[in-house]
């Protein structure tokens, strides 16, 4: 990890109620995937060209990925993640505790909206209608929850519901006043896709993909573009890194649409190994949490700005070269 991150992560931990730091950092059953997302990573190195001749010149291919809660990290919760993403996309939960009409509002980026497809489609239709009047650019449907994942520490916290004061916001008066749960639902399929895609004008995203065949079916059904990703470890933890899974999703793909690489991206070299590995972009998830704990708006921009520089230094090094080819396994 970036030892400005893991810096970050330090005083994160030391300034969260512990129950609240582990649902951030905490993953599913033995959280051997949640391990293996940085693992795979660390199992590869770069090849680097030299003498290229070239100014590196390459805009920063980062998402904020979608994290629920915020305001369980910091106060200003999603407001202050908004503020301190700049011009970077950012995809904001389908779970934040600041409604998306607002999140929009504070950003001076792009905003994407992340979805679970309701159980009810009047539910999913509302969610939509409000992400497209929020001036939201996106939406990215999270397919690989059809069950809510089970996570040992916040069972053994007994952590089920927010603190008083906070909600799931956008989940409020969908269906009558007061809140409404979200819900999983094993029924959807691409059928929801198909008639999401009939519902809206908004491009759609799919997040959640690990296997090659379903990314070509993603590519089927019209998506605008593929997450790979295990959900940061928080579904099944039987499941590949999502470093692992790119190479093979990539190829399914072949630049049909674009592919972001999402889970275990701790440095800038991170985000140079996924690109060349396939990856137009990847996601930024608990880093981002990380700073906001630490120091609100400030420590997210931190983060970016520390992923940022240490980007375009690795691109540098390797001779802004980042094919296949320059991959390398870590003996």
């Known amino acids: ?77 999603e407001l202050a993640t908004a503020r301190a993403a700049g011009t970077t996309t950012l995809v904001s939960s389908m779970a934040s505790t600041v409604p998306i009409a607002e999140v929009v509002a504070a950003a001076s980026g792009p905003v994407w909206f992340q979805l679970y497809v309701q ?39 007994g952590f089920h519901d927010l603190p008083a004061g906070l909600a799931a916001e956008n989940m409020r008066d969908l269906t009558g006043p007061g809140l409404r749960t979200i819900e999983m639902s094993p029924a959807v399929s691409w059928g929801h896709l198909d008639r999401l895609r009939e519902m809206t004008a908004l491009p759609l995203w799919v997040k959640g993909i690990l296997h090659p065949a379903d990314a070509v079916l993603a590519v089927e ?63 930024i998830g608990r880093p981002v949490l990380w700073g906001l704990a630490a120091d609100g708006e400030q420590g997210v921009r931190r983060v970016l700005d520390v992923l940022h520089d240490e980007f375009l230094h690795v691109l540098t090094l390797c001779g802004g070269e980042l094919s296949r080819d320059v991959v390398v396994a870590r003996c």
Not at 119 to 143: F, I, K, M, S
Not at 236 to 248: C, S
Not at 270 to 275: E, M
């Open 1 to 77: 990890m970036n030892p400005v991150l893991a810096e970050l992560h330090d005083k994160a931990r030391a300034v969260l109620d512990p129950v609240h730091y582990d649902f951030f950092a905490g993953g599913v059953g033995d959280e051997v995937v949640l391990a293996e997302n940085e693992a795979a990573f660390r199992r590869r190195a770069l090849l680097p060209r030299v003498l290229r001749g070239i100014e590196v010149r390459q805009d920063f291919p980062v998402l904020i990925s979608p994290t629920a809660f915020h305001k369980l990290a910091h106060p200003d919760g």
């Open 119 to 157: 159980p009810d489609p009047a539910v999913t239709e509302a969610l939509v209608r409000r992400a497209e009047r929020a001036g939201c650019a996106a939406l990215v449907v999270t397919a690989d929850s059809p069950v809510f994942g089970r996570h040992r520490r916040d069972l053994a916290h």
């Open 221 to 283: 059904h019209g998506v605008a573009g593929i997450v790979v990703s295990n959900h940061g470890g928080r579904q099944l933890d039987l499941v590949p890194a999502a470093l692992d899974a790119l190479p093979a999703v990539a190829d399914a793909v072949a630049g049909r649409v674009p592919v972001v690489l999402d889970g275990g991206v701790r440095g800038g070299g991170d985000i140079a190994v996924a690109l060349a590995l396939g990856a137009s972009a990847v996601g």
